[in-house]
């Protein structure tokens, strides 16, 4: 029989161990990956026939990792997530990203071996159609069998849906979040949930879940009716029997089934930030306490919204902020104009490759572009001299790591990155400054900051050294590697920037 080769990606021992054991036993050949890095490395070193991944693996999401999959690999690779729970957004991304199964933990081994036989024997993707179907009957087997009515009054379920709705970090999330609640706790046949732009009231259609259509992506001509009404009249819609009561709320003709619907909007006291909308195809089905139940989750939805823009607003004024901080500095000294901002890109180019999650890489961005804010603190004489420096010259140039530091920390919304500042000029062998730290003791982000700072020095014009090809400053990041550079970082960097400008 020919080898297969499966690389199994969890960071759970006791789950690592059990699919390691049951696909062994059935002569597959298993390579263990405890994150995505380590799954990458495996991928660059061996040709897999499956991948099997945890969809929330620590250091590394499991769709990112799909999506490096197919970038690099193709979709001929087949992936199939592992997950503690099914939900809808869970399903809905799987479906978009092209995963071949979801397989339910704490797995049984009939199952996955059977799930993981028909995705090796099936030679193309299933259509998402199909990916559809089999999602939706998995919904069904893993929804929660408690009813609403044993749920509302707990006062720990409303707390942990708001909980759940402030960890989102965008709109998306947040509505996602509150889809998965109330899957879980309420049977509706169809749930809808629309958002607005903050600078105007055109509908932003977020997602639907309906048990005969499954996930959609467009907005209904009857939740399009709705939310008109729902604006127009700045209070929430509830229809007992929709045959006999739709027409008069100006619903066209057989536009609702019989039925009943309930609307409720995201409100503030100036403005409606969206609305969730629940239909069951059941006279009178939304009783006082689904009513009760969905105001409260609305409540707090709209406070989670509000927040997120504020938030939205606040970093497009840090971003504002640290470029027109940016370009103090580099005004001091023409030669660097740009730089920071091409160390940005390179450092960006690493996260890419090292699968970072979006909150990572927004951070990693803007410390790079931060890394040599503490210039500002350095005299023109010296950042425009041509000749050597001074001794005290060089204590004044390195003094600007503490400076930054201070002024990155002043900041106050990029935590620990004060520490990511000062330590850009360690050495990976100990001989660096301001600390004389080695190895992994220096932040991940300043050894990744560090390789691209020194990468664009090499290849930019200067006054204090000759200007080398891209080609001769990779060899020359690879010589300094283990010395000056982390030589995991500078290998993942010259493979990142050959697959990029290839």
């Not at 509302?152 to 609640?181: F, K, P």
């Not at 027409?247 to 039925?259: D, H, T």
């Amino acid at each position: 029989m020919k080898s297969i080769n499966i690389l199994l990606v969890d960071d759970n021992e006791e789950n690592l161990d059990f699919v390691y054991q049951a696909l062994t036993r059935e002569e597959y050949h298993v390579f263990i990956a405890r994150n995505g890095m380590e799954a990458i490395s495996h991928l660059n070193d061996t040709t897999f026939q499956l991948v099997l991944t945890e969809i929330h693996v620590q250091t590394m999401d499991g769709i990112e990792l799909l999506r490096i999959i197919q970038e690099r690999w193709g979709k001929k690779l087949p992936v199939i997530f592992l997950a503690n729970q099914i939900d809808v957004e869970t399903t809905f991304t799987a479906i978009k990203e092209g995963a071949r199964d979801l397989l339910l933990k704490p797995l049984q081994e009939e199952m996955l071996l059977e799930a993981v036989k028909y995705v090796l024997e099936r030679k193309t993707a299933p259509s998402k159609d199909e990916l559809n179907k089999m999602y939706q009957e998995k919904l069904r087997n893993s929804s929660s069998p408690q009813k609403l009515q044993k749920k509302v009054t707990d006062l720990m379920t409303l707390d942990e849906i708001a909980r759940a709705i402030d960890a989102s970090a965008d709109i998306t999330g947040i509505c996602w979040s509150v889809m998965n609640m109330v899957q879980q706790f309420i049977e509706a046949t169809r749930i809808s949930i629309v958002a607005y732009h903050r600078t105007s009231n055109d509908p932003s259609f977020i997602c639907s879940y309906s048990d005969e259509f499954g996930v959609r992506e467009e907005l209904t001509p009857v939740d399009d009716t709705i939310q008109t009404w729902i604006m127009q009249n700045k209070k929430e819609l509830m229809i007992t029997n929709a045959e006999k009561e739709a027409k008069y709320l100006g619903f066209s003709e057989n536009q609702l089934k019989e039925g009943s619907l309930l609307a409720v909007p995201f409100k503030t006291k100036t403005r409606i930030l969206g609305m969730i909308i629940l239909y069951k195809n059941e006279r009178a089905f939304f009783k006082s306490e689904f009513v009760r139940f969905i105001s409260v989750l609305a409540q707090i939805t709209a406070m989670a919204i509000e927040t997120v823009e504020l938030n939205h607003e606040l970093k497009n004024y840090y971003t504002g902020t640290i470029r027109s901080l940016v370009a103090t500095v580099e005004a001091k000294d023409t030669y660097t104009f740009g730089h920071s901002a091409r160390v940005g890109r390179y450092a960006l180019l690493l996260a890419k490759h090292l699968a970072f999650t979006a909150q990572d890489t927004r951070n990693l961005e803007y410390l790079a572009l931060l890394h040599d804010i503490g210039k500002i603190n350095v005299s023109e004489s010296i950042l425009r001299k041509r000749g050597p420096l001074t001794e005290e010259e060089r204590n004044e140039m390195k003094l600007h790591s503490l400076v930054g530091s201070n002024i990155v920390q002043s900041l106050g919304f990029l935590p620990g990155g004060d520490k990511v500042i000062l330590h850009v000029h360690e050495w990976y062998n100990g001989k660096g400054y301001p600390k004389g730290l080695g190895g992994n003791n220096i932040p991940l982000f300043s050894r990744i900051i560090a390789v691209a700072d020194a990468f664009d020095g090499m290849i930019s014009d200067s006054i204090h050294r000759d200007t080398q090809t891209p080609q001769e400053a990779l060899i020359a990041l690879e010589k300094q590697a283990g010395e000056q550079f982390d030589p995991m970082l500078v290998a993942a960097f010259i493979e990142a920037y050959k697959n990029d400008f290839k």
